[in-house]
Nanobody
Framework: VQLQASGGGLVQAGGSLRLSCAAS????????MGWFRQAPEKEREFVAA????????YSADSVKGRFTISRDNAKNRMYLQMNSLKPEDTAVYYC????????????????????WGQGTQVTVSS
């Protein structure tokens, strides 16, 4: 499956952005999906994940209550609605996919994901 993230940009603290991840090449609903981010000189960090059906969602404590992951299997897309953005949310955001029988993905283990998009930059100014 090929993934392409979009929707990043520059926003003031307290603002909102909606990231989108477009999937192609394989049946999108065969994959659990996740969002990760990486700030300069920092390790890649788990943000949120969602099951193939959208029935279960997981998120990092740092974004709980502010970010919402969702997907539309009919449109082959996954989304990350980001509200109440903070400067510390500044990073390149990546979408990733893992097959339905994968393990560890919902715990945020990035090694569990076999497919990655190219990333989209999110910059939050104070």
């Amino acid at each position: 499956v090929q993934l392409q993230a979009s929707g990043g940009g520059l926003v003031q603290a307290g603002g909102s952005l909606r990231l989108s991840c477009a999937a192609s090449g394989r049946t999108f609903s065969n994959y659990n999906m996740g969002w990760f981010r990486q700030a300069p000189e920092k390790e890649r960090e788990f943000v949120a994940a969602i099951t193939w059906s959208g029935g279960n969602r997981y998120s990092a404590d740092s974004v709980k209550g502010r970010f919402t992951i969702s997907r539309d299997n009919a449109k082959n897309r996954m989304y990350l609605q980001m509200n109440s953005l903070k400067p510390e949310d500044t990073a390149v955001y990546y979408c990733a996919a893992v097959t339905m029988n994968g393990s560890g993905w919902y715990k945020g283990e990035f090694q569990a994901y076999g497919y990655w998009g190219q990333g989209t930059q999110v910059t939050v100014s104070s």
